[in-house]
């Protein structure tokens, strides 16, 4: 489905409100360019109506008119069989109104003298017998059309007022449901990045990620709510004023269709330059923000080592490519907006000029007035909506990359959240004969093989990069394996749902991640199955009271993000207890205890030895203290498991187990 298909998908989804605003815009429209016609009735057949024959009459009436102790009333005032005298004109020459006694042959160029007024039409000329109007009499003779001027000018304003109405109507309608959709697509967008695996987000930074989800979302929100509006707007509108040209002047109307095709291969070509500078500028953004984040997340780093200038050079080489593509993009906005409407605009009207030609504009002629100034009018209204759809054209493509990129994330395989429960599963758990690799082709484990029994604390323990997080990942399904097995319980984890699986596993990672609200809703994580009694009871489990009981509002103390108003240790507290109010039947501590002081890790050994009660707990370790009571300890080295054992196994084979605790032991065991 392409780019296009899938917007309109997105607003389909609110149909009915996008038609009732565009119904409502169609009416405002309709009303709206009603204005020149009534223009066009007000001239051709009020005001410039008093050149029409005359007659006399008896009846005195509203619109019989007395001239000199005689009743005249124009032709299209008489009713059907309503006797008529003797004809007579109202004919203007120069500035001045004439009064005729009599029909004219013909009409042409008109001019008085000695009392006579002369018409002239090529070699056909005539003279007429006239008396000069006076200012009271002309008005005499104008006094029947004041009040069809007046509800015409009525008509007309009721009809602005509402078109007005209808306008904000439609206006608001359309701002709803774009913003509507903007809020379904972005929490679209949020949903997905849940479903997404793990190494999704090992290979795009977040800066990446929140720019998709914020100023990509935004583009396209300016789509739906700017955009679409005035091409909606636009289209309505062009399609209206021809209609009206169309009826008022059918070949002058087919010739003005040009502009249609002109319009289209503009559209065409402005967007082939602008989708090309759009997609670098979205791409750069993206990378300006994740700039921006990877620095403030690192700032201490950088202020440490005195990295600000290196920093700055590479966010000023970012900001300039913006910033040379954004002015590429102005110029081609420039080159393509108003000039060329501009020029347009004058072609129109050259081309109106023409068809009408300088004696077109000559008393007399088949064009009326009215029609000429409705026909200027409805041009001018036609450059209108042009302009605001070329004023959109930049906003336009960029919407259309920002969706681009916002799909290219939407299109991303994920799993689908389940709310299917799995039983809690004892925690027996076997590796069989397991080897996984980031990269294709690079293991990173190599034929893992042993089994983890209910109740059981199995310890990792290597070098840097032996494997040992590897594993813990692997059984979490953060990432799957093609070669072996993993069972728990005998079930093979492949067979259950990631969010089956990990309902009841728990996990302790090295650097805690607390997010903001309480510490209560950190340790239950806004659960309402988790009742702040069981809160407090896992935080006493592992400790943590000592030091929540002397914050000022102990339980409900505000937690900024990340927690950067708590220790290190604190933060670990807090994430321990996490992972045990959950009750997992397997619980993971990733080097758990690394950032805490050696008083607190003695709490914490001290609650799990409760804790881990029938319940399988794996241990990565590097203080090899930690992890002497450890049921089974398996010893890693480059993705292979050397030795296996308990501690005083291990101890008494003095393999690399025994080098490992004899160096972080030192002289104490030398001695």
């Known amino acids: 489905m392409n780019i296009s298909k899938r917007l309109l998908h997105y607003a389909l989804q609110f149909k009915k409100t996008i038609i009732i605003a565009l119904v409502m815009l169609t009416l405002a429209v309709a009303a709206e360019l009603t204005g020149p016609f009534i223009a066009k009735q007000i001239i051709d057949q009020h005001i410039l109506g008093i050149e029409k024959s005359w007659f006399k009459t008896t009846e005195n009436s509203s619109k019989a008119v007395l001239y000199k102790d005689e009743l005249y009333k124009r032709e299209d005032y008489f009713a059907e069989g309503e006797s008529k005298g003797s004809e007579v004109r109202i004919l203007q020459a120069g500035r001045s109104y004439y009064f005729v006694p009599e029909s004219i042959e013909f009409d042409g160029e008109r001019t008085y003298s000695n009392g006579a007024l002369t018409i002239k039409r090529g070699e056909n000329e005539e003279s007429y017998p006239a008396e000069k109007l006076s200012v009271n009499q002309l008005l005499s003779f104008y006094m029947p059309e004041v009040n069809p001027i007046l509800w015409l000018i009525g008509a007309y304003f009721v009809l602005i007022v509402i078109s007005a109405g209808f306008q904000y109507g439609q206006r608001l309608l359309l701002q709803i449901s774009a913003n509507r959709i903007i809020q379904k697509m972005r929490l679209d967008v949020f949903k997905q990045i849940q479903r997404l695996p793990i190494n999704y987000f090992d290979n795009l930074p977040a800066g990446k990620i929140v720019s998709r989800v914020t100023n990509d979302t935004e583009a396209i929100r300016d789509l739906f709510v700017t955009v679409l509006s005035t091409f909606f707007t636009s289209i309505i509108y062009i399609t209206g004023i021809y209609i009206a040209l169309f009826l008022l002047d059918v070949k002058l109307a087919a010739i003005c269709l040009v502009l249609v095709p002109i319009l289209v291969v503009w559209i065409i070509v402005y967007r082939k330059y602008a989708s090309k500078y759009n997609h670098v500028i979205r791409a750069t953004l993206s990378d300006i923000n994740g700039t921006i984040n990877e620095s403030i997340q690192g700032m201490t780093i950088i202020q440490a080592f005195k990295r600000q200038k290196e920093t700055r050079v590479e966010f000023e080489e970012l900001n300039k490519k913006y910033f040379t593509f954004q002015n590429k993009l102005l110029s081609l906005n420039a080159m393509t907006s108003h000039n060329l409407v501009f020029v347009l605009r004058n072609l129109a009207f050259v081309t109106l000029i023409w068809y009408f030609g300088g004696a077109s504009l000559e008393i007399g002629t ?19 909506p042009i302009t605001g759809m070329v004023n959109q054209l930049a906003l336009l493509e960029q919407a259309l990359v920002a969706s681009e990129r916002v799909f290219e994330l939407l299109d991303e395989e994920g799993v689908d959240v389940t709310s299917n429960q799995l039983p809690r599963y004892k925690g027996n758990v076997s590796f069989e004969n397991v080897s996984f690799g980031y990269k294709e082709g690079e293991h990173v484990l190599k034929n893992i093989q042993f089994n983890a029994s209910q109740g059981e604390t199995v310890a990792l323990v290597g070098h840097t990069g032996s494997g040992k997080s590897s594993i813990m990942n692997l059984l979490f399904r953060f990432y799957d394996i093609k070669e072996g097995k993993i069972l728990i319980d005998g079930i093979n984890i492949k067979d259950v749902s990631k969010q089956q699986l990990r309902k009841h596993m728990g996990i302790v990672l090295q650097d805690p991640f607390l997010f903001t609200g309480t510490i209560t809703s950190n340790v239950n994580l806004d659960d309402p199955s988790i009742s702040t009694e069981k809160v407090i009871k896992a935080l006493k489990d592992v400790g943590a009271t ?24 604190q933060r670990q507290l807090i994430s321990f207890a996490r992972a045990l109010v959950f009750d997992p039947a397997i619980l993971i501590l990733d080097e758990a205890t690394a950032s805490i002081d050696t008083e607190t890790e003695s709490i914490i050994q001290e609650a799990l030895e409760v804790l881990k009660k029938g319940r399988t707990t794996f241990i990565i370790a590097h203080r090899l203290s930690t992890i002497k009571n450890a049921d089974q300890i398996l010893v890693l080295d480059k993705g292979e498991i050397v030795e296996k054992g308990t501690h005083d196994e291990l101890m008494n084979l003095g393999g690399r187990y025994f080098q490992m605790y004899k160096l972080q032991q030192g002289s104490n065991l030398a001695g």
């Open 546 to 569: 000592r030091f929540i009981e002397n914050l000022p509002n102990q339980y409900d103390e505000p937690v900024l993000e990340k927690g950067s108003t708590l220790s290190a240790g």
């Open 366 to 384: 088949v064009i009326s007035l009215g029609v000429l100034y409705a026909f200027v009018d409805y041009l001018n209204r036609l450059f209108q």
